[in-house]
């Protein structure tokens, strides 16, 4: 991986900005500083999907030399290869005249290490499919709309295109439709590999979310949702959180006062005088 983002800051720098190449080693993390800017088109944001050639004939001799991987897939490996430890998303960081990417030590947990290792073996998992099963994991739960974001697809065919079999293999189960889809891993198979990961609220149900909002809003009316949302756990997704609001309102659960970042919201009096 250490090799892939040198050799990445080495062919795809702009040779037209002086500078030094600088690789900055601390206790917990590896940082890689490049002069110049990312390449016409690249962002931080979609840098694992675009490809932009700049140093034609130096890429060309690094790949001969097996220096580093195919044009375009450098940055999947090392997405590959984080995920597939257990450890986060390097950080790529643009400037006005310098690209730095950041690479954490630490493991985020042994258990999505297991999980990982193992799925992989099991099912001879494809690089695009171990890099979505890892972010399923490390976000324990995570909607279609965020696994879109984070690998910078733009419709759900090219999202369908990174689970690829894995659905199909039950290691990630779904729930909800088109792009309130929220994936996760299979209890199933957790259960299999004695996982020992920690329990959050982020695949709480719907109708649980909902009960935990009325007695939420019973002891504190006249709420904001950001109120809302730290008092029952800042895990659950905020749209998910949202959408729940929305139809308790719409079922004449709650009624809401104000609008936009000021709505508030409070439990339908009518509705609790007559229960």
Known sequence: MVRELVANAVVHRTYTTRGDIFINIFPDRLEIHNPGRLPYGVTPQNILSQSVRRNEHLSKVFYDLNLMEREGSGYDLIYQMLLGSGKPLPIVQEGDD????????QIISKEIVKLMDRASQE???KQKEIIALGLVAQHNSVTAIGLSQILNQKDEMGLRHWIGRLVDLELIHTRGRTKGTEYFINPDYLRRLNFK??????K???HRLQELIYQDLLIYPECQIGDIHTRIGKEIPKRKLKSELDKMVDGDRLV???EKRWTKYSINKNLQNKG
């Not at 310098?98 to 030590?105: A, E, G, L, N």
């Not at 990961?197 to 982020?202: A, E, F, I, P």
């Open 256 to 258: 809401k006062s104000g």
């Open 197 to 202: 990961g920690k329990t959050t609220l982020k």
């Open 204 to 206: 709480i149900e719907p």
């Open 123 to 125: 099912y001879q998992l």
């Open 98 to 105: 310098r690209v730095s990417v950041i690479v954490y030590k």
